[in-house]
């Protein structure tokens, strides 16, 4: 089955404003990353982890944007096991043809895009899906200044990476 972006677009919509409704919060995903981390420290370290200031802030617990994280990857890999399209793939096939076949390489690059996509959504207040959907939903200009950004280094960095010239 093929999601259209208009139906997918239309569903992300109505949840924000539950999300809005319901909690009198926006959607948004980092945070639950950030929370995942201090629920590991703390795991590891102890109570200690809660007197940073950082989760005294944000908690290391699980809340329901934790849980809206754990369901968008759940329902990934439902819609991919019932379509048929799941598949395990390390190295994706436009990767692979710009850089070579090396795991090692494309596990790299992922890790140093996932820190570099931390610390970018920590720096910014947000995430793409907190300031790209919340954010512009309430016409934040923060927000419709990072999604600008969001996009044009998106394609400066494609364009870059994959050699296309414009």
Known sequence: MDWTPYIAGAGIGVLS???FLLSDRPLGCSTAYARTSGMIERAVRGKVVLDRAYYKQF??????????????VIGAGATALLT????????????????????????AVALAGGVLMGIGSRWAGGCTSGHGISGTLQLALSSWVAVFVFFASGILFAFLLYGVRP
Do not use: H
Not at 59 to 70: F, G, S, T
């Open 17 to 19: 404003w539950l999300a």
């Open 59 to 72: 908690a290391p617990r699980i809340d329901w944007e934790w849980m809206l994280v754990l369901g968008v």
């Open 84 to 107: 048929g399209a799941f598949a395990l793939v390390w190295v994706p096939p436009t990767f692979e043809a710009a850089f070579g076949p090396s795991v090692p390489l494309r596990l």
